[in-house]
């Protein structure tokens, strides 16, 4: 579990390694991604609980990939616990060792807890694995130009614009700009020292 370094944290993260932890969050993940609104910028193609489940259990088993759920509060939790605590998921895609990189994505699905800063100490937690885990030197990470919200979480967390593909990026009958962001140690570093009660 990724945790217990922040002051006044709210969440922690649960790396999904096992059958049992998926089975224990994906109905509750599939109920997230049945609300439309919480979808509204994802590329979901199929919410259903067989679909999710066979998805996140190909990240679970591959090396390239790594998925962690976000769970409410910072206490020490077991497979009973986990449904009732999970409110999103954060993944790493793309692992490259040679070039230490990789692609980060995040889901709060719980609205009730939106724009309540569990989405920037959740990516935040999710870097802090990246580079201090498994050592990498970039975490890169796309959106699209109309999610404000998303574009103001990446930047609170110390990820910077770094490209955009013009266009690309359907949403519904839309197609919109899409855009890359970057997060390297020094700028993730600058962003959690101060808020760590742990030096890194």
């Not at 922690?12 to 979808?39: C, K, N, Q, Y």
């Not at 919200?149 to 949403?171: H, K, N, T, W």
């Amino acid at each position: 579990m990724v945790g217990f370094l922040l002051n006044k944290q709210k969440c922690v993260l649960f790396h999904m390694r096992s059958t049992a932890v998926v089975d224990a969050i994906i109905e509750r993940h599939a109920g997230f991604l049945g609300d439309p609104e919480v979808t509204r910028f994802l590329r979901v193609k199929d919410a259903s609980v067989e679909y999710q489940r066979q998805k996140i259990l190909d990240v679970v088993s591959s090396p390239f990939q790594c998925a962690m759920a976000v769970l409410l509060g910072t206490e020490e939790c077991d497979l009973q616990s986990i449904a009732s605590r999970y409110i999103g998921m954060a993944t790493l895609r793309d692992i490259d060792a040679y070039n230490f990189s990789a692609h980060s994505g995040s889901m709060i699905g719980d609205k009730s807890l939106w724009r309540m800063g569990f989405g920037k100490e959740a990516k935040l937690l999710q870097l802090y694995y990246a580079f201090m885990g498994l050592r990498l030197r970039w975490v890169f990470s796309r959106t699209i130009r109309s999610n404000i919200a998303s574009i103001r979480m990446l930047e609170s967390a110390g990820y910077v614009q770094q490209g955009l593909r013009p266009d690309c990026r359907r949403v519904g009958n839309d197609f919109y700009d899409e855009l890359l962001f970057g997060a390297n140690r020094e700028r993730w570093r600058a962003v959690w020292n101060e808020r760590a009660l742990t030096r890194v």
